[in-house]
T-cell receptor, first 112, second 115 residues
Framework: QKEVEQNSGPLSVPEGAIASLNCTYS??????FFWYRQYSGKSPELIMS????GDKEDGRFTAQLNKASQYVSLLIRDSQPSDSATYLC????????????FGTGTQLKVEL | DGGITQSPKYLFRKEGQNVTLSCEQN?????MYWYRQDPGQGLRLIYY???????QKGDIAEGYSVSREKKESFPLTVTSAQKNPTAFYLC??????????????FGDGTRLSIL
């Protein structure tokens, strides 16, 4: 079983719609969760971090964490073509110091 | 500007050759990491270091070596023992701050190919 799982996509949404990206993880005691955006050929860029159950909003981005169900999601409101990228979910697994385990990423395409 | 600098941006390796990828940070971060990313894949941890003069193997350390002689620098050597080195290599760092909740920030990466 993969430790951090994401649907590889592509996920296609029309411009202006809400994009919903999901991630599940296997380690029940994980404490820190991060979403990175990676444009083709570029390095990952941190866009959200979340540590507690519930929602965390930052501009058009909302991260949602449910530790009981072991999933974390990212909502992008008013999606723009510039949001087209691969979104990586990263989890700080228990006992891992500050190591992150990454999912394989979900490719998002925002269509005009 | 503070940040993480990786060099070179592109690197080509001949068979049997060792090559070294540079990673320098001026963020005063304690911890540094090396990842490998293959096309369409997530990031896999090669080595990491939480303090100077100490480092640990990640999930795919075979065929790689590192050193951490200075806080700012964490070079990665891809040895001839690594039979499939073609990949995108990413260096990251984080300030540990006594917790494990700090996000990692990445350099721009080095793309390594075999000649």
């Amino acid at each position: 079983q993969k430790e951090v799982e994401q649907n590889s996509g592509p996920l296609s949404v029309p411009e202006g719609a809400i994009a919903s990206l999901n991630c599940t993880y296997s380690d029940r005691v994980s404490q820190s969760f991060f979403w990175y955006r990676q444009y083709s050929g570029k390095s990952p860029e941190l866009i959200m971090s979340i540590y507690s159950n519930g929602d965390k909003e930052d501009g058009r981005f909302t991260a949602q964490l449910n530790k009981a169900s072991q999933y974390v999601s990212l909502l992008i409101r008013d999606s723009q073509p510039s949001d087209s990228a691969t979104y990586l979910c990263a989890v700080n697994m228990a006992g891992g110091g500050n190591k992150l385990t990454f999912g394989t990423g979900t490719q998002l395409k925002v269509e005009l | 500007d503070g940040g993480i600098t990786q060099s070179p941006k592109y690197l080509f390796r001949k068979e049997g050759q060792n090559v070294t990828l540079s990673c320098e940070q001026n963020l005063n971060h304690d911890a540094m990491y090396w990842y490998r990313q293959d096309p369409g894949q997530g990031l896999r941890l090669i080595y990491y270091s939480q303090i100077v003069n100490d480092f640990q193997k990640g999930d795919i350390a075979e065929g790689y070596s590192v050193s951490r002689e200075k806080k700012e620098s964490f070079p990665l050597t891809v040895t001839s023992a690594q039979k499939n080195p073609t990949a995108f290599y990413l260096c990251a760092s984080t300030g540990t701050g006594g917790t494990s909740n700090q996000p990692q920030h990445f350099g721009d990466g080095t793309r390594l190919s075999i000649l």
